[in-house]
């Protein structure tokens, strides 16, 4: 069975281009993009639900701005992380920070996809910021604490993400 999308068609999400070089270097890369030391993540779109997690943990959210990077909400629903794509991470991020069901609500979708986006961007301001506190020059540490939080919740995400696919599967069969 194909898997069903969970948004309309054609929607992007957006994150602040002020936090391109911190997005390449997660991903391995320096400030030319060439790769530099061990990736993170090998796309964008890992980089970005990091970082909505830590603006989701640490209540941070910020406007991404008129200079932004985009990347397709199709790109996230392609990719996984377990079993689960991670358009689901765009989902279930803004609803656990509003406890807003009606977030789920056809007409409320622009509304859901920039709460995540704020959420990345808080993030990445969070990450940054946290990056320049710490006493590794690499910072380095400051990412590896901040991915110990996350993953720390991702489990309850990815809970949800399985509840919802399931909940999904029998809405499809009903």
Known sequence: MSQQSLFTAGKTIYWPA???????????????GKPSHPALYSFNTGAIVLAAIIGLIHDRERDVGPQRLEISVDTFERQKLVNSS??????LIPLI???DLELLRPEREDELLGKFQRYAAGGL???RSAMSR?????????????IEKAMMATPRIIQAAR??????????RI
Do not use: W
């Open 125 to 127: 301001e969070y990450l």
């Open 86 to 91: 991670l358009a689901s991470f765009i989902l």
């Open 97 to 99: 920070g509003t406890n």
């Open 163 to 172: 509840r919802l696919a399931e909940e999904e599967e029998e809405d499809i």
């Open 134 to 146: 710490s006493s590794d020059s690499t910072g380095f540490a400051a990412i590896r604490a901040e």
């Open 18 to 32: 002020e936090f391109a070089d911190l997005v390449s270097m997660l991903k391995g890369q320096d400030s030319l």
